[in-house]
């Protein structure tokens, strides 16, 4: 086996082990990876999120078997000291010697720190690792508990304005210092630039312009910046994030060639000056240039695999395009293309409201046939369409100020007209370099068979996620293409989705199932349609799964879980995970009483095991003496509101979450809805009641709640996005019933939040419009509906047991009282289990 050694195991050292992989041609290779850092390669675009609740784990863009599973060795905390090219040996910081065949240099940038004096002093850092966003954190706490607050980030570019959000994330006043007249003077002229600068400003972030640092003032500390004009800024902290210099020591030690300014120089093979050796990344020096953005790093690491296992066609493009769209403090900005382009053959036009704080230019060619470039601050939601005008060279309309404007002819048509005319090169996610055919293929060869298929097999939309709705588009027109049909009815025996038979049952005030059918359906229903439509009723009217039992399925018809030997389980409901000592002894007496295997859920709750079909209303009739209620561990409804102790007891709490828990359980408790709801309190970002993989998430923060929606747990699991931030309870609250109420609307049957928002068009930013913004003019409808449902609480387990007709349903023998006999157990540590399966 050839052995290929990397250097590096930041995000392109990761993606090249990745592409590795998937070339499937791992087997004839040895891979060893070598990482400085203390764990494996973690998602450095979104490091501020650090502050908002994601753990370092959260970051990390592995598992922690994903080496192991595909004989990759990985060393962490281990560096490479020397490389002797001579023998293709590399040697690390213990002395100890890897040979190699090919030899990957993906070591990345560091910092630049530009020589101030007095950049030495305490309370200076940089901004590149979660270590320095460790050691930021830490200093802050400091600060605070000194009554100082005041931060400044030096670098007004991309990766200054990241540092700016991060250092506000932990409540402190921050302060943006650039050298150069505009922000981010890369990708912005002046008109992007100021209208940049009002709307971070607006959001409480200062922004100085034109000044360059003199002297970083304070004796052992750092208390000020000094500038050249004689200006001063009193703070208490600084952030360095003026740039980044390759990190190239390694490669200038063993004399491979490398550029004035630094950077190893390579070919468009991503060679070196070593046949054996690669570089790959913001190391790498191609053009002359070095890359900082991630895309044009995971395009040299696919070159680089391809050159080391033969595809030799495979090189990088003599153009790299540095076009971006990302979100920074709050507000959507991108370019692309030639942005700043001007000159004699190029006209410009430009679109500016300030009072919605939107700014958009483009260049086009003099002769208005070519779109050159553009900018987009306040408002990106056209970036896809205009990016693929100007990759793929499209012409463009007769007025093509409407690519900024939008259409005004009253016909709708989008940007791009039909997306199937794209030619099939055209760069769809720019993230992962996936084309527009690489995306239909996989459904027109049968390998993929929907979204989630194509987005799992090309990684598309996997990055930004920017791309999302054009690849969504895509994969529609390619089914409709091959003659699949593209709906999402219910089933055969209604002609509509879930969302239209929520608007019919709702509009026609229809209570019963055959109401529905008799007006709406055909046929005699079946076993998908009837549950769906007792969901929809319950989430209108809040009818309890009592109501009309023959069309609940079996788990709502007997309001418990069927287990695999036929008995059932019984959850009470705990709100928040709080309980007295009085009802603990209570749920001993009870599992004792029926001898039931008793055991604690994730959701904190205890689950009863073991219990015969006639038992449960004994059970429950107990259960409710005591004082406890249905827990609907059986439906598609809110299961749990878990937390951690909070402010209460813990000494980092920073707020109370347990009674903020308790408070949002008895809310929502009973809430049908297309699938399950979870949901998690925690009192600060170490995150104890798991908040983050939740449909919804309320961790506290300086200043109030951070709010995090459609997350979840299971076989795909997926982290919560951040709906709103330093919000009061009410707000939260607010926010959620309209969350809530919207996704009950307009999911699919059976779909949890996450892969709803994955679907819907516009992701987590068209939802802020709709739950914050009112974009659809809905939230007082949405709140009236949840004011309804929140009013109208039943227990269904106190109606059963009330009721001598529905207690009927829990005989075994529907002619006999007698009990099944057929069940056997096993024991199984001082409790019992279902006898095995032979």
């Known amino acids: 086996m050839k052995k290929v050694i990397v250097i590096g195991n930041g995000m392109v050292g990761y993606k090249f082990c990745e592409k590795f992989v998937a070339s499937e041609k791992l087997h004839n290779y040895k891979l060893t990876v070598f990482g400085e850092e203390p764990r494996r390669a973690y998602d450095r675009v979104h490091l501020s999120e650090y502050y908002t609740g994601k753990s370092a784990e959260d970051l990390s863009m592995s598992s922690t078997t994903w080496y192991e599973e595909n004989n990759i060795d990985l060393h962490i905390s281990e560096m490479i000291t020397e490389i002797n090219k001579e023998e293709k040996i590399v040697v690390n910081h213990r002395g100890k010697k890897y040979s190699y065949d090919y030899l990957v240099l993906a070591t990345g940038s560091s910092a630049f720190v530009p020589p101030i004096p007095g950049v030495e002093k305490e309370g200076v850092f940089v901004y590149r690792t979660i270590e320095d966003l460790e050691a930021i954190k830490s200093y802050t706490k400091k600060l605070k508990s000194e009554g100082k607050n005041q931060a400044a980030i030096l670098g007004g570019g991309l990766l200054g304005l990241e540092a700016a959000n991060a250092v506000k994330e932990l409540g402190l006043q921050a302060h943006v210092v650039e050298f150069a007249p505009r922000l981010m003077p890369r990708q912005l002229d002046q008109g992007g630039s100021d209208m940049l600068k009002a709307k971070i400003e607006k959001l409480g972030v200062n922004v100085h312009l034109g000044?360059?640092?003199?002297?970083?003032?304070?004796?052992?500390?750092?208390?000020?910046?000094?500038?050249?004009?004689?200006?001063?800024?009193?703070?208490?902290?600084?952030?360095?994030?003026?740039?980044?210099?390759?990190?190239?020591?390694?490669?200038?030690?063993?004399?491979?060639?490398?550029?004035?300014?630094?950077?190893?120089?390579?070919?468009?093979?991503?060679?070196?000056?070593?046949?054996?050796i690669y570089a790959i990344g913001e190391v790498a020096l191609y053009n002359n240039m070095i890359y900082g953005l991630v895309a044009p790093g995971y395009d040299m690491a696919d070159v680089a695999v391809s050159q080391i296992i033969g595809n030799t066609e495979n090189i990088m493009k003599a153009d790299i395009d540095m076009s971006t769209q990302l979100k920074l403090i709050g507000t959507e900005v991108a370019s692309f293309g030639n942005a700043l382009h001007e000159g004699e053959n190029v006209d410009t036009i430009v679109y500016e409201?300030?009072?919605?704080?939107?700014?958009?230019?483009?260049?086009?060619?003099?002769?208005?046939?070519?779109?050159?470039?553009?900018?987009?601050?306040?408002?990106?939601?056209?970036?896809?369409?205009?990016?693929?005008?100007?990759?793929?060279?499209?012409?463009?309309?007769?007025?093509?100020?409407?690519?900024?404007?939008?259409?005004?002819?009253?016909?709708?048509?989008?940007?791009?007209?039909?997306?199937?005319?794209?030619?099939?090169?055209?760069?769809?996610?720019s993230c992962e370099s996936v084309s527009k055919d690489a995306i239909c293929s996989t459904i027109q060869d049968g390998s993929c068979n929907d979204l989630g298929d194509v987005i799992s097999c090309t990684k598309a939309g996997t990055g930004c996620g920017g791309c999302k709705p054009m690849v969504k588009d895509l994969v529609d027109a390619t089914l409709k293409s091959l003659g699949r049909k593209v709906n999402d009815t219910i089933c055969e025996h209604f002609e509509y989705n879930r969302q239209e038979l929520f608007d019919i049952i709702k509009l026609k005030g229809y209570r019963k199932y055959n109401q529905i059918l008799d007006n709406y359906g055909k046929g005699d229903g079946c076993e998908v349609c009837k549950p769906v439509i007792a969901s929809i009723m319950a989430s209108v009217y809040a009818d309890t799964a009592n109501e009309e039992t023959t069309i609940q399925d079996s788990n709502d018809r007997f309001l418990a879980n069927i287990q695999r030997n036929g008995t059932y389980s019984v959850v009470?409901?705990?709100?928040?995970?709080?309980?007295?000592?009085?009802?603990?002894?209570?749920?001993?007496?009870?599992?004792?009483?029926?001898?039931?295997?008793?055991?604690?859920?994730?959701?904190?709750?205890?689950?009863?095991?073991?219990?015969?079909?006639?038992?449960?209303?004994?059970?429950?009739?107990?259960?409710?003496?005591?004082?406890?209620?249905?827990?609907?561990?059986?439906?598609?409804?809110l299961r749990t509101v878990k937390s951690c102790v909070g402010s209460t007891w813990c000494r980092?709490?920073?707020?109370?979450?347990?009674?903020?828990?308790?408070?949002?359980?008895?809310?929502?408790?009973?809430?049908?809805?297309?699938?399950?709801?979870?949901?998690?309190?925690?009192?600060?970002?170490?995150?104890?009641?798991?908040?983050?993989?939740?449909?919804?998430?309320?961790?506290?923060?300086?200043?109030?709640?951070?709010?995090?929606?459609?997350?979840?747990?299971?076989?795909?699991?997926?982290?919560?996005?951040?709906?709103?931030?330093?919000?009061?309870?009410?707000?939260?609250?607010?926010?959620?019933?309209?969350?809530?109420?919207?996704?009950?609307?307009?999911?699919?049957?059976l779909e949890r939040t996450a892969k709803w928002l994955d679907k819907l068009n516009g992701g987590i930013e068209y939802l802020k419009q709709v739950i914050i913004h009112n974009k659809l003019n809905l939230v007082e409808e949405l709140e009236s509906e949840m004011k309804t449902l929140v009013g109208s609480f039943k227990c269904e387990w106190t109606q059963a047991i009330q009721d001598k007709e529905i207690m009927k349903r829990f005989n075994h023998f529907v002619n006999s009282n007698e009990t099944d006999n057929n069940l056997a157990f096993v024991p199984l540590r001082d409790q019992k289990m279902p006898e095995p399966w032979k």
């Open 353 to 429: 409201n300030k009072h919605k704080g939107i700014y958009k230019r483009i260049n086009i060619s003099k002769e208005s046939s070519k779109l050159l470039g553009g900018i987009l601050v306040g408002d990106s939601s056209d970036y896809n369409a205009l990016f693929q005008i100007y990759n793929t060279i499209m012409t463009l309309p007769e007025n093509p100020e409407d690519l900024i404007l939008g259409n005004r002819n009253d016909d709708n048509s989008s940007l791009l007209g039909d997306v199937m005319d794209l030619p099939d090169d055209a760069q769809i996610c």
């Open 652 to 749: 980092y709490g920073m707020d109370e979450s347990v009674s903020f828990a308790i408070e949002l359980e008895e809310r929502y408790k009973g809430l049908r809805s297309p699938h399950k709801i979870k949901g998690g309190v925690s009192g600060c970002i170490r995150e104890c009641a798991e908040a983050r993989c939740k449909d919804f998430g309320v961790i506290a923060v300086e200043g109030g709640w951070n709010l995090y929606i459609c997350g979840n747990g299971g076989a795909n699991p997926k982290h919560a996005e951040l709906l709103a931030e330093q919000i009061d309870n009410e707000t939260v609250i607010r926010y959620l019933d309209r969350f809530l109420m919207f996704y009950i609307r307009t999911a699919a049957p």
């Open 211 to 276: 000044k360059q640092t003199e002297n970083i003032e304070g004796n052992h500390a750092i208390e000020g910046l000094k500038y050249i004009d004689g200006s001063e800024l009193k703070v208490d902290m600084l952030v360095v994030s003026a740039g980044i210099r390759p990190r190239d020591e390694i490669a200038k030690e063993c004399k491979l060639a490398t550029g004035i300014r630094g950077g190893i120089i390579v070919d468009n093979t991503m060679k070196t000056s070593d046949d054996h």
């Open 572 to 637: 009470p409901r705990i709100p928040g995970g709080e309980i007295t000592p009085e009802k603990l002894i209570a749920l001993g007496k009870i599992g004792k009483k029926y001898d039931l295997y008793t055991k604690i859920t994730g959701g904190q709750r205890v689950d009863f095991f073991g219990a015969r079909l006639d038992q449960l209303p004994k059970i429950w009739e107990d259960l409710i003496n005591y004082g406890f209620e249905s827990g609907h561990a059986y439906g598609k409804s």
